[in-house]
């Protein structure tokens, strides 16, 4: 039953969850499971590929929080499907993953670290007091030599100051912020745009002034509703696309 769970790869910097929730995903979309079917539980799922159960169970709750499954108390974990008026962006697996499945290499460059006092926007869009620690990140990643996209992150010092020590021209944000339940991010919510490059942009992604760019505000939610990442991203227009996943209202 677990033999096509093959494509998990616990040696490359991909989230497991991330990698069994596309997999679980493609099985739903390619119909090997149907709607209606119950699919293996998180306990048969977590012993058979060797992986935690809070592993197999975010990639679970994503899927069910989006629509693809339902749990049905003392049955199991149904497929469905989304409700047809719901629109979901199915762009954001980890950019490693992305870019090998172009044929190139990825890596990122680590621009800053650092804490900072919370002016009082960012306090606010973080729902947060001013003056409260937050972690900068800024970051490059690039495609082979070619940089696609700058990151920067803000995430709560109280919630997710363990994240100093890690390297993370090398290590996955989201796969370390996974590791505890106050800092996993179970929820997000995305406000895409499209803009002119910025003087900074220009100087980052080795495009030309006013070229397009597609800017993505993303908001992560832990549990219980505390906001556990506050990022902006900037992607080159050129050398971007996004897969856009719709059920049209009947």
Known sequence: MFADFTDLDKSVPIPLYYQLKSILLNKIKTGVYQEGQCIPTEIQLAESLQISRSTVRQAVA?????????RKTSKGTFVCHPESSTTYIR?????????RRLGKTPHTELLELK?????????????????????SMFRRRFADDEPMVTIHNHLPWDICNFVIGHDFQWESLYEIMTKTAASRPVRTRTIVSAEKASSNDVNLLSIKPGAPILCFQTISYNAVGKIVDYASSHYRGDSNKFEIDARPEK
Not at 62 to 70: D, F, I, K, T
Not at 91 to 99: D, I
Not at 116 to 126: G, N, Q, S
Request: charge should be negative; proline fraction near 8%.
């Open 62 to 70: 994503e899927l069910v929080q989006e629509g693809w499954l339902e």
């Open 91 to 99: 762009s954001f697996e980890p950019f490693h993953q992305q870019v």
């Open 115 to 135: 804490v900072i006092e919370a002016t009082a926007p960012l306090a606010k869009a973080m729902a947060i007091s001013p003056g409260d620690k937050v972690i």
